[in-house]
């Protein structure tokens, strides 16, 4: 298996962009960085880099061992790289909807959401308690497929690059063929947006083709601004609160609520209470929908009502 790692090769580009994105601030957006949500964001890929490092191997291994199960012996080709690479995104596709829709994993993902700026020092937001999720076994049909777990780490790898340089304002859209076809900085910012048309929308890392199959792309509206962050804004630059919150948020709910209702603070989408005290991601945004609706259902009478007016 090559000892070879594309993120740690890509690092230097990283901070080369990310300097160029900050002098393109300073001209001419200066609001797009703020500096103690810079060095948060700085912070939390340090700390996700460690805790991949303590974890990562663990995982390989399990990986290996799983790899012996396989169903066919696919090649280290071209096209293998190539088909690995598709299939990966998929499931990168599919573990990021699970990290919105389900709340266990929704605790570790909030991490990459939690800013309210946009920029490539976002990206760098990256969880410290992934291993918590075992989302890594949405890359095990992968494994069993026959993809050895070196290919597949090598395609996370340069998925995973592949998604920084879309974490900006900079850029405004794409060519149209391009904006089809893969995830652009306007798709992803639609999935950084806490406005109501936007949650949960656009979870592709490579491909927004997945989006458009499977019913959740959002195209950006350029008549709404869009508002980053969370629902429940952090309204802290605390390194420890951005990076543990939601699990103390977790826990205290689940030692609050009534024994039957427990096990859906785990399982069920983020904002969901037994009570109906809060609010969900598809309520929010069918509350935004009625209330829409209703505003121009009256916008046409009255354009009706001023034509019947007599002159």
């Not at 948060?40 to 996700?48: I, P, Q, R």
Request: proline share 5%; with cysteine.
């Amino acid at each position: 298996m090559p000892d070879f790692s594309p993120t740690e090769l890509a690092v230097p580009g990283f901070v080369a962009l990310v300097l160029v994105e900050m002098v393109w601030a300073w001209r001419k957006r200066r609001e797009a960085y703020e500096p103690r949500d810079t060095l948060t964001s700085l912070a939390f890929g340090l700390g996700s880099t460690v805790a991949g490092l303590l974890t990562g191997g663990l995982f390989l291994a399990l990986f290996l061992w799983a790899w012996q199960f396989r169903a066919f012996d696919i090649p280290w080709s071209w096209w293998a790289f190539a088909l690995c690479f598709v299939l990966d995104d998929l499931a990168y596709y599919w573990v990021h909807r699970f990290g919105h829709r389900v709340r266990w994993f929704w605790a570790s993902h909030v991490n990459h959401h939690s800013s309210q700026h946009f920029n490539l020092s976002t990206a760098l937001r990256q969880s410290w308690t992934g291993f918590l999720t075992l989302g890594f076994a949405f890359k095990l049909p992968l494994v069993l497929m026959g993809f050895h777990p070196g290919m597949i780490a090598i395609c996370a790898g340069f998925n995973l690059i592949y998604q920084f340089w879309i974490h900006t304002e900079a850029i405004d859209k794409m060519p149209r063929w391009f904006e089809s076809v893969m995830n652009t900085p306007s798709h992803h910012r639609v999935h950084h947006a806490t406005n109501p048309r936007y949650l949960d929308r656009n979870y592709a890392g490579v491909f927004i083709l997945w989006d458009r199959l499977f019913g959740t792309f959002e195209p950006e509206n350029d008549e709404e601004r869009i508002r980053y962050g969370i629902v429940k804004q952090l309204g802290s630059f605390n390194l420890v609160w951005a990076v543990f919150h939601e699990w103390v948020g977790i826990a205290e709910d689940v030692r609050r609520a009534p024994w039957r209702h427990k096990l859906s603070y785990l399982l069920r989408e983020p904002g969901w209470s037994h009570d109906g005290s809060r609010a969900t991601s598809d309520q929010i945004r069918a509350d935004w929908i009625a209330r829409s609706e209703a505003a121009n259902k009256v916008a046409v009478e009255n354009a009706i009502a001023e034509t019947r007016k007599p002159t």
